[in-house]
């Protein structure tokens, strides 16, 4: 049900993990009998009819799945033009769609027999979901987190202890998502035997890229018989955040086949593209070979990778999935960016107008959707994931003195 | 034959192991990369492996990451590495040099240049960490069509299959690693090691190093007493690092790297 299937050219990766040019496992030698063991397992459970039916059991009881979709009413009208809606990510519980990934991951280390887990996280969203999940199934859980990340984002390390789980604090390189990536890679290949790594976004060495995909496809898939019952037929257009890209692969997957649904991710353009302070690996990237996997990189000359800037933790990412890389590459989707400040802007905005605080990384999706709907006609329809909640962004929002009146 | 394996081949007939020091390019500063490569030559080192320093070293603990981050910091480039390999070639042309480090730098340079710049150099051969045999089929040929060896890891958790995988795209020697974890970790099991190494054997007529967690002559013996070469990483960083000025330096590493080479003779003192 949340699986590709039939002979769509969209049906990606190959068996070996390939989105075109990109993706693949390009990792040192001790992780490969680690992700042999992981995507055969994958493969034994995505045709397995139970698995499916505890994934959404727990979507349905733990998440508070269907999330809804709602019709920005006011907001629409502010800005003009076409009919924004919204799919409520942020009121899975959590906070996030982060959690959707998480659970799914979890049944299968459990069905593994694995007795520890860890992951990585850059605003925290994803932590938090991996110790909730990691507390619902009575896993232990280790949490690598940026120490920069750590001071952005104080509350979800505070809500990762309360929930049970040690948050390590990665100093090397930047201090940030890409970092803890590294740490938590360490991790798992000193402690492969017992130890499941959940992947927090569609990057890393295949199949983490086509499992979490799969797993975020139920966001997609509900869009697709929601907006139906709701509005008559499907959206014009469809936009995501993506930083890794786990929210737009998520939303956008089921819709690849319907070519008149027009998909847009939207990056974190920081404080512009002709800046260094951005996080468009899409945009401004070349392809190359991190964490796992060929995708699209901001990298220097020389091949080392750069740092990103982003207002939003979560999108503070030098990569991005592999199979975004191949999907700007056939065109089916664009790439755009927001800066920090359009997307500080659309967060008012919708708080405002509409009483929801969007996550600063959705709030780049909403910011796209703000330039674009005023050119289009009013029975247009665009529908924004709205991939995570705005609490844990209180501090940064206020840092940045945007408060207006 | 390639300089790698007339260098092993000689070895052989003398009966003794190879010492396979690993230095990062760059630390602690671009200097010194030259100079402390004719040190670990003089002390006995018949290999030298250069890692290429990488912003995101996945495969590397504390110690290795510093060091790649310190000479990054010091403008260390990949195309730099190239130049001190030339300027070590000019007064040595028997020691191979082995590069040894990540996919992006070589895939940011394109691996054509990559390989034309190793081979005007004078490198020997290349270990890409996050290259696995199947994900470079193309660079690998391409590597040995230039007359460079293309070297890969095996790991305690590689099956029996992938055993004869990795042994038939490698070339030069297989690198072991000797433990489940990151470079200097403090793991070892020389024991799991020397059971290891018979079956690596029967899968490959290449020589067979071992690494990751070598820290000290005795550990490099044991290891020795079932291996073909011993690379030694992180410790001889921590011994760069840990040394008040630059003469200091080269007296710790030269020291080390002796201590190394006086245990890894003793087996060949005790096999006569």
Redesign the interface.
Known sequence: MNRTTGNSPFSQPDE?GHFGRFG???????L???L?ELTDAWQRVREDERFWAEFQHEMAHYVGRPSPIYHARNWSQQLGGAQIYLKREDLNHTGSHKVNNCIGQALLARRMGKKRIIAETGAGQHGVATASVAARYGLPCVVYMGAEDMRRQASNVYRMKLLGAEVRAVE??SRTL??AL?EA??DW??N??DTFYIIGTVAGPHPYPQMVRDFQSIIGHECREQMVKLAGRQPDEIIACVGGGSNAIGIFHPYLDEANVRLTGVEAAGKGLDTPFHAAALGCG???????N?TM?L?N?????MEAHSVSAGLDYPGVGPEHAWLQETGRVQYVAATDEEALAAFHALTRAEGILPALESSHALAHAARIAPTLPADAIVLVNLSGRGDKDMHTVAEYGNLQR | MSRIASTFAHLRQQGRRALIPFLTAGFPDREHTVPLMHTLVEHGADIIELGVPFSDPMADGPVIQRASEQAIAGSMTLARVFDCVAQFRQQNAHTPVVLMGYANPIEAMGYPTFIQHAQDAGVDGVLTVDYPPQECTEFAAALAAAEIDPIFLLAPTSTEARLHEVAAAGRGYLYYVSLIGVTGAATLNTAAVSARIPAIRAATGLPVAVGFGVRDAASAQKIGAAADGVIIGSRLIEILEAASDTPAMHRAAGEFLGSLRTALDQLHGAAQ
Do not use: C, P, Y
Request: aromatic share 2%.
């Open positions: 070996h693949g496992v390009f990792v040192s030698e001790t490969i009998a680690a042999t090397s390189g890409k970092d590294n890679m360490r290949v000193t492969i035997a070349r392809a190359g070979v991190l964490h796992g060929r990189l990298q000359a020389d091949g080392q990778i």
